[in-house]
């Protein structure tokens, strides 16, 4: 028996592929199915079934054009209803996987279907238990996005019971395999591991040591950030099926000259710039975002961007299929293509670019001592903004930065940073976009600017 976790940073998430004998079962794919059949392929085992811990919010997952190309069954627990075909398995059946078996637990709370799957091994003696969102490492799932009738309050009492009567039952040596890391949003405040033990969670995850059903609804249910957009779109598409992601990269993956290009943005279409922050501010497309690939792409694309919005695509040669893919992991197909050759094809036709002036910390310190009518602003979550800012700094947090920015004027002198300069060249190209031409994104934000001797709040 083997199990391998294959995590995704970009969006904090964990797949388990599982080998026992022969078969092979795949847990919570991420929607690019075909390094899974690779693997299979190169392990000579033979893909049985797909299990999913839940609808999840936060991508689409491949089960179903993994099961299409395999023949394997796609398993849900209770209470699963799709518009395509699963087997919806009861709480405690169990799966045979060549000698080992997969036992369901029907856990809900993070949604009413959750469920996890309970691994016992050759020898009868349960091993690891993948516990989707229910249980994460020092964290728990939240139980406000499922979107539906059921209260965040309803959904985090489950929580509790499943917790209580469920996971903390299960042998404190079974090692813990959660859907998601740290960064996630589909939890609060995920620890820094991807895995664990029941053992070290019932010690150390705040969630399990509550004991009160009702201290434990209202910790649960406060504090909750407002999630990305896109999360109750991805669940109904998983919940109702997709096209299959050939269709969509065939669909998507087109070559535009700079005359198609620009015919593109005449009629709507967002130019989308996925190179790093560093070369995106030397030189883009005028009106571009820039959103890099080096980062938390699609979780910011899905943040920032309408689900619909006909995008165009501008990469660095050779990763502009890479764009795509990831765009289609949670489920943005509107691609009108990409731009033959990316920006260097634009600048080559001496059309109307755009540049960002990035400074360091050190500049950034004169400037503040000598430069008149500057606006700082911080685009960090507001925790972060708390544990430290800038005296006098503007908090406009990059998830609300429409709201946020509403009163600033065309005039002020803005200079932008967040904690190490990936947001907040995201959020320079927006103010860009809107006509802001006054900007300085300051290099290697807040962990440079503490370095300095600018006056800091605490």
Not at 127 to 141: H, K, N, P, S
Request: proline letters at 3%; aromatic letters at 10%; hydrophobic letters at 35%.
């Amino acid at each position: 028996m083997i199990v391998e976790q294959l995590y995704t940073n970009c969006l904090s998430e964990a797949a388990y592929f599982i080998t026992c004998n022969g078969e092979a079962a795949v847990i919570d794919p991420l929607r690019d199915y075909q390094s899974y059949i690779e693997k299979a392929n190169r392990e000579g085992v033979k893909i049985k079934y797909v299990f999913e811990t839940h609808f999840h919010a936060d991508f689409v997952s491949g089960h179903i054009d993994l099961a299409a190309k395999t023949g394997a069954k796609i398993i849900y627990g209770p209470n699963a209803k799709t518009e395509y075909e699963i087997y919806e398995a009861k709480d405690g059946e169990v799966f045979n996987l060549g000698d080992c078996e997969i036992k369901v637990l029907h856990t809900p709370g993070h949604t009413p279907e959750s469920s996890c799957y309970l691994l016992i091994n050759e020898d009868k003696k349960p091993y690891c238990v993948f516990t989707g969102d229910t249980l994460f490492v020092g964290d728990v799932g939240r139980p406000d996005l499922f979107g539906a009738k059921i209260t965040k309050e309803e959904l985090a009492g489950m929580l509790f019971d499943s917790l209580n009567n469920i996971i903390k039952k299960i042998n404190d040596d079974v090692i813990v395999y959660p859907a998601h890391g740290p960064g996630s949003s589909c939890g609060k405040n995920l620890g820094k591991e991807t895995f664990s033990t029941i053992g070290e969670q019932k010690k150390l995850n705040y969630a399990l040591k509550i004991t009160n059903k009702a201290d434990f609804i209202n910790q649960i249910t406060s504090g909750l950030s407002n999630p990305p957009a896109y999360f109750p779109l991805n669940a109904q598409i998983n919940k109702k099926g997709y096209s299959s992601l050939d269709d969509v990269l065939i669909k998507n993956l087109n070559s535009l000259s700079v005359d198609s290009f620009e015919n593109e943005i005449k009629k709507g279409a967002l130019i989308l710039d996925t190179r790093n922050p560093e070369i995106f501010e030397n030189g883009f497309i005028k009106g571009s975002i820039n959103i890099g690939l080096n980062g938390r792409f699609a979780e910011w694309v899905g943040t920032l961007i309408n689900i619909n919005q006909p995008l165009l695509i501008v990469a660095e040669e050779g990763k502009e299929e890479e764009s795509i893919l990831r765009l289609a992991r949670i489920g943005f197909e509107n691609i009108k293509g990409f731009l033959i050759g990316g920006y260097i094809t634009w600048l080559n036709t001496n059309k109307t670019i755009d540049m960002v002036l990035t400074i360091d910390n050190e500049e950034f310190e004169l400037d503040l001592k000598h430069e008149n009518n500057i606006v700082v602003i911080d685009v960090r979550k507001d925790t972060e903004y708390n544990a430290g800012h800038i005296e006098n700094a503007e908090n406009c947090v990059l998830q609300n930065f429409d709201a946020d920015i509403k009163n600033l004027n065309f005039s002020d002198n803005i200079y932008i940073h967040c904690q190490g300069g990936y947001r907040s060249m995201i959020a320079a190209s927006i103010l860009k976009r809107k006509g802001f031409n006054l900007i300085k994104n300051i290099k290697g934000g807040y962990i440079e600017i503490i370095k300095t001797g600018i006056p800091i709040k605490i």
